[in-house]
Each structure stands twice: as structure tokens, then as C-alpha cells.
């Protein structure tokens, strides 16, 4: 007896170990429910964790609001800065234009090259056979759709009117490979770079704008748009951007490819578009069958 309770503290120790094992025991049996002790345990520990993130959160989104603060205080100083320039972008429009309806008083013009007038149509038509170069739209020669009228959707030019009925028309898209479909077209920069427009390139499906300049300055992402040279186009109408050039075989001028402002897929309805300056006659045009 005497040397049992001397060795007391290894019955302790041996009694801690067992109750250890079996609480773990316990912890790892499937159980659905919590003991009290473990409810009370975890309680504690959430409500220990909530007294601590409550404020760290409130302080973290106290110091995220004052950068956000910061941020927009910053982007509406830019935002006034660019309003400030447009206004007097504004201005000077107004006084442009204003100066432009005086000189063409003078000059006794009432006409430019950018005027036109729009008609909608629906597209009707449209062969698997031929679907990269006509279309079919509702509208003809009741409607005052003529032959050669540029045609495009709200985003950019598809192609001109082919043939005319009565009722409805044949358009001949840009992607149509024909050598007379041929656009007068320039790319939009400081100083105009003039070329056609000349059906899709076949490995890449870009359209083509052909015969640019050797010396032409070019840049990626710059806007190509009809010129109104053609005589029948009105200028300006947006047919895509550059998304490469390169010089010609030969190495007399660029050619450059050119991402559709519009989509080729999706021809639902489309607008038909008058030019409202005159044209010459047709007797005199030397490129009456040529481009546009």
C-alpha cells in the first residue's frame, strides 16, 4: 500500500492519458450532435473570435473606404479636367461650324461630301452558297433603292446594292472576292491614306485595303473609312481598323488588313444609304464600273 501511494503521480498521469484517449475516442466517433462540453467550447471560442474580427473589420473597411475616398476624389478630378476640355472642344466646334456655313454662303455650296440619307431594310435572303458575297434585302426600286447605294448596319459598311427589283435588291458584300467590288476608301489619320478596299484576305479573312502608299504611315487600330471619291459613297462611313499591313510583293505600295467595324455573321437588317452630294453623269465617269 504504502509504495501504491508513493506512486501516486503515475496513477494520476495514467488516469489523465486514459480520459485523453477516450475524449478523443469520443471526438471521432460519427456523431450528429455536439456535447455540452463541445457546445460550450466552441461558443466560447466564436464569441472570443467575434469580440476580435468585429473590429478589425470595421477597421479594415474604415481604411478601405478612405482609399476609395481617395480614388474617387482623384478620378473626378480627371473627369473635370476632360470636361473642362470638352467644353472648349465645344466651343471651337460650334465656332467651326459656324465659319464652315459662312464660307459655303460664300462659295454658294450646299452640298458636301458627307450628307446622305438612310433607309432600312430587312434582310430576306441569304444563300449558303454565296453567303460571303450577296445578301437580299426587302426593299427595291418602289423605295428609291438604286444600283451601286452603299449598304451598312448601325456598326459599319457591308457592301453596295447589285441589282434592283421593284420590291427588293441584291447586295454584294465587301468579302466578295469579285475584282470589280472595290471600295475608295482611306485610313483616318493627321493626313489621309488613301487605298481600296478589295475583298478578304483568305487566311486571315480581314478585308483587304490595297495600293496604300509605300510611304504611307500606318499604325494598328487606326480607322478605315469610305473617302466619297467614288462618286456614288458618301465619305466617312466606318469600315474597320487596321490590324496589319505589310508592303506588297512587289514592294511599290502597302497593303493592310482591316477588322470589320461590322459584323458579317449577323446581317439581320441593314441601312441603305443616299449619298447627298452629286455624282458625275455617267456618260463621263471613266470608272463607271470600277470603284466606289
Known amino acids: 500500500m504504502p509504495s501504491f501511494f508513493s506512486n501516486k503521480r503515475l496513477i494520476v498521469l495514467l488516469v489523465c492519458i486514459i480520459i485523453l484517449v477516450g475524449l ?47 480614388n474617387i476624389y482623384e478620378e473626378n478630378q480627371v473627369l473635370k479636367s476632360h470636361l473642362d476640355e470638352y467644353a472648349a472642344l465645344q466651343v471651337e466646334l460650334t465656332e467651326l461650324r459656324r465659319v464652315n456655313e459662312e464660307l459655303k454662303d460664300s462659295l454658294d455650296m450646299s452640298e458636301n461630301l458627307y450628307d446622305y440619307t438612310v433607309r432600312s431594310a430587312l434582310v430576306i435572303h441569304r444563300s449558303p452558297d454565296r453567303w460571303n458575297e450577296y445578301i437580299g434585302i426587302n426593299k427595291g426600286g418602289q423605295d428609291g433603292i438604286e444600283e ?6 448601325s456598326t459599319g459598311l ?7 427589283s421593284q420590291f ?11 475584282h470589280t467590288n472595290r471600295i475608295s476608301a482611306f485610313a483616318d489619320n493627321d493626313e489621309p491614306t488613301y487605298g481600296f478596299i ?12 490595297t495600293k496604300i502608299d509605300i510611304d ?32 506588297d510583293e512587289f514592294g511599290l505600295s502597302q497593303t493592310a488588313y482591316i477588322e470589320p467595324a461590322a459584323d458579317f455573321r449577323q446581317l439581320d437588317s441593314v441601312l441603305v444609304i443616299e449619298r447627298g452630294a452629286s455624282s458625275l453623269e455617267s456618260e463621263i465617269d471613266p470608272e463607271v464600273e470600277g470603284g466606289q
Open 24 to 70: 478523443i475516442g469520443y471526438s471521432m466517433s460519427e456523431r450528429r450532435s455536439l456535447s455540452w462540453p463541445e457546445q460550450f467550447l466552441t461558443d466560447s471560442i466564436g464569441w472570443v473570435q467575434s469580440g476580435f474580427s468585429r473590429p478589425a473589420h470595421f477597421a479594415a473597411g474604415f481604411f478601405e473606404s478612405v482609399n476609395d475616398m481617395r
Open 148 to 153: 451601286n447605294m452603299a449598304v451598312m448596319t
Open 158 to 164: 457591308i457592301g453596295k446594292v447589285h441589282q434592283v
Open 168 to 178: 427588293s435588291s441584291t447586295i454584294q458584300l465587301l468579302s466578295d472576292q469579285d
Open 198 to 209: 478589295e475583298g478578304i484576305h483568305e487566311e486571315s479573312g480581314y478585308l483587304q485595303f
Open 216 to 247: 504611307a504611315e500606318l499604325e494598328e487600330g487606326q480607322m478605315v473609312v469610305t473617302s466619297g471619291l467614288g462618286g456614288i459613297f458618301p465619305r466617312g462611313l466606318p469600315i474597320g481598323e487596321i490590324v496589319y499591313f505589310e508592303p
